[in-house]
Every structure is written in structure tokens, then in C-alpha cells.
């Protein structure tokens, strides 16, 4: 079976007016959004795309886009946000390369999805109605997956499972002093075959791994916790705290204390 988690992040209702046209951005997670009223536009590196009204659309982690209003009236969005990995290490959609578009039936889905999930956002938080959010992201992970079979084309491969012990130790360790040769001796083979092997199994080579898993559980750290930076820091290998917030501007964009306050308003 395919090593598979996902989390939920957010979820929240936009409103544009008229002319509204965002900046070109990214993001680090997966956002699925059901335009409600009016029409928008996406603009990628590719040919720009319509959502009518009733559409709706998956923009992968990574995906540099821009999205306009094509209303002469208010645009209504629903959109939430998860994280979804595979092999505990990379995300399930960062293999496409521009917006995943869902079949009008799909989208009507997607619609009932997201009117449940702001009604547990807006009720008590206790096990029951967590459990009813991984239930409906599961559901909106399927109807993803369903939409563009090359997903699961591009997971199912023998020589990622085959890393996947290297990959929990990782995360076991990220806190540790973690080289290319403790990695080698890790797996029990020389350090050039190390690099083909992962290079091989997911296009990276091992200490940009081992860069990534940190740079992500610095994120979700800085997200659900108040912990202090420097703590944050020092949990994911970095001895030095303006070291760490330089690292983590290089792979996020901006430094750790503007993410907090982007992801956490209130601190």
C-alpha cells in the first residue's frame, strides 16, 4: 500500500470585487476552491484557464499562478487548504505542473464538501468533528486522484518504497547531525550509490531531502505551536537561529516570523 497522510490547514470563504486580480504567488500545500458566485481566471506559465461560476479546481503545492475576477458583480470562493504526502515525505500533487480542473459532477461535490467542512470549523472542536474533517478532505483526496489517474501513475514505482526506511529515519532524526555519509551508513551502501538511488526514486538528491523534511516540520511547528524560533530552530538541525531564518526565507519565501503571523493572525 502506498504510504499516504494528509492534514487539514484551513479553510475560508473569499470575496472579490469586480477587477480583482491577485499578485503572482505560490503555495507550500495543496488548496482546492469551488467558485460560488461569478467567474475567475488563472493565469499560469501556460495558457490561462476560466472557472464559471459552480467550477472548482485544485492549484498544486508549487504552482506559480495569479487568479482574476471576470465579473462584473462580487466573486464568492470557497477554498481549503491541506497538506498531502506521500512516502511521509513529499506532496501528492506536487507532480503536476499547472491547476487540476474537476468535471462539473465532481464540482457540485465539492461544493457539499466544503459547506461541511466550515460548519465543523464552526462548531466544537472535539474528536467527533475531527474526525468528520479527515473524513471529507479523504473524500476531496479521492475525487482529486479520480480526476487525474497520471497521479497515482507517477507514485506507484518499486524504487521509492524501497527508500522509504531512509525516509523515516530522516524524520526520526531531524534534529541530528544528518551527512550524506551517516545517510550512506544508514542504508548500507557507498555514498555515490546513495545519490542514485534517491535521485532515482523521487528527483532529489539525499541532503535536499533531508533540507526539505526539515523546512516542513519547521512549517507545521511554526503553524500549530507557539513555541519560540529559536526552539523551532534547534528541533529541525539548526544550531543557529538567524541560520535556520535564512534557510527557511530561501525555501518559504519569508522568514519564519512573518509566516507565523500570516498562518497564526492572533499572535
Not at 534557510?247 to 519565501?253: R, T
Amino acid at each position: 500500500m502506498l504510504p499516504f497522510s494528509f492534514r487539514f490547514e484551513d479553510a475560508a470563504v473569499l470575496q472579490h470585487g469586480s477587477g480583482f486580480q491577485s499578485q503572482w504567488r505560490s503555495f507550500g500545500n495543496t488548496v482546492i476552491t469551488q467558485v460560488r458566485h461569478g467567474s475567475y481566471r488563472i493565469e499560469t506559465l501556460g495558457p490561462h484557464i476560466d472557472i464559471p461560476s459552480g467550477g472548482a479546481f485544485l492549484m498544486p503545492p508549487g504552482c506559480r499562478h495569479r487568479v482574476s475576477s471576470l465579473s462584473k458583480k462580487e466573486v464568492r470562493t470557497h477554498a481549503v487548504h491541506l497538506h498531502c504526502r506521500v512516502y511521509e515525505m513529499d506532496g501528492l500533487f506536487t507532480v503536476l505542473n499547472k491547476p487540476l480542473i474537476f468535471s462539473k459532477q465532481s464540482a457540485g461535490r465539492i461544493a457539499l464538501l466544503h459547506d461541511e467542512i466550515m460548519e465543523c470549523i464552526g462548531g466544537v472542536v472535539d474528536v467527533r468533528n475531527s474526525a468528520r474533517v479527515n473524513r471529507i478532505l479523504a473524500e476531496m483526496v479521492e475525487l482529486s486522484v479520480e480526476a487525474c489517474p497520471e497521479i497515482s501513475d507517477a507514485w506507484d514505482r518499486p524504487e521509492r518504497e524501497r527508500m522509504l526506511p531512509l525516509l523515516k529515519y530522516i524524520q526520526q532524526h531531524l534534529g541530528d547531525e544528518l551527512t550524506r555519509d551517516v545517510l550512506a551508513q544508514f542504508m548500507d551502501v557507498s555514498i555515490p550509490h546513495l545519490h542514485t538511488l534517491v535521485v532515482n526514486a523521487f528527483g532529489y538528491a539525499p541532503m535536499e531531502i533531508v533540507r526539505r523534511e526539515r523546512m516542513q516540520h519547521a512549517r507545521q511547528l511554526l503553524h500549530w505551536t507557539d513555541m519560540p524560533i529559536a526552539e523551532v530552530a534547534h528541533i529541525c538541525g539548526f544550531e543557529d537561529q538567524y541560520y535556520f531564518s535564512r534557510a527557511f526565507k530561501q525555501f518559504e519565501g519569508v522568514p519564519p516570523s512573518r509566516y507565523r503571523r500570516a498562518v497564526q493572525p492572533d499572535v
